[in-house]
């Protein structure tokens, strides 16, 4: 079943049958609140929340309701627990849309705290998000990734680096003496990943809150406390994956792993990605797994050949040419916008948690909300 024939039986079901069924039980719907029963309606939380209902000691809280509330804020782009908890309090179809018919039924920002710890402990939205994908895109060939990172600050202070162990001096450079091995270079991080599985390149990165630093698009340094989004997206700015790790990590460490992610939730031509991720490593990752990839040249230090890309885009901008290359490689921004509307309309500048489990699981609830947004967008 091709994607369009897939979201298209998404789509009919929800606007033949849900729309007027919820509008007849509680009146007109607004734009946010059809958008949110779309969202809430094909995700599908239920499926993958189970509820402490029946145990001995006081039964908990509705977690479905809970976790509905949540995919709300996002939708609304609340700022805080608080703002949401406001809105539910005055705002009787957002209410029963997340599932509470009282206002006395809503429960407490405490247990909302904890229903959400749960929820970044058991990596919900993550799960909800893999389950989407690999239903919508599990058998569709996909053009481009494009793959890039993002800064995410947060409220908290970065952790303490240990201090690095005093090396050996080094050696002089030349022929080694008669008698003495030379020394050899230990594998760096991207060539280690070669031979990982996913769940051990994961657990080598580093995740803790630090400082992170990079150059803007206009060449001035910037730096932040907090963490770093790292996130695939498909043509269409669909999220097929995303990484957090420490906002000190380097771009083209997440490469890897994030594309053996990607790999395992559908199938793509070409991988595009800026100058950061070019290397070796990187490259050789990609045309294992059959794709093309399109990576953007790094002089790094080497003045002459930036001398050369200058000169050769004044040549080719002369002449009006683009190679097939420049012009799959214009499709990269389609992961920039991702991360502007994951920032401007999905909560991705308002962190208020602490901790890369709850960041994470507050930023997927974002992404879950931007990929429906998406994908509908498709049919309509």
Known sequence: MSLFDNLSGYWFRIQDSLFPWMEERIGELTNKQLQLVTV???IRLEAFIQNCVGFPGRPLEDRIAIARAFVAKMVYNLPTTRALLDRLECDIKLRRICGWEKKSQVPSESTFSRAFAEFAEGELPQKVHAALIKETYGDQLVG??????TKIEAREKPVKKAEPVKEEPKR??????????????DPTRLEQQLSMTLEEMLNDIPTDCDVGAKKDSKGFKESWIGYKLHIDAADGQIPISCILTSASLHDSQAAIPLATMTDLRTTNCYDLMDSAYDAAPIKEHSRSLGHVPIIGINPRRNTKLKEEIKAEAKRRSLLNFSTPEDVRYRERNTVERVNGRLKDEFGGLMIRVRGNAKVMCHLMFGILALTVDQLTRFVT
């Open 172 to 185: 002089k450079q030349g022929r080694p003496k008669k008698g003495e091995e030379p020394k050899k270079k």
């Open 40 to 42: 809430l309606e094909i």
């Open 144 to 149: 481009h990734i494009s793959r890039d990172s």
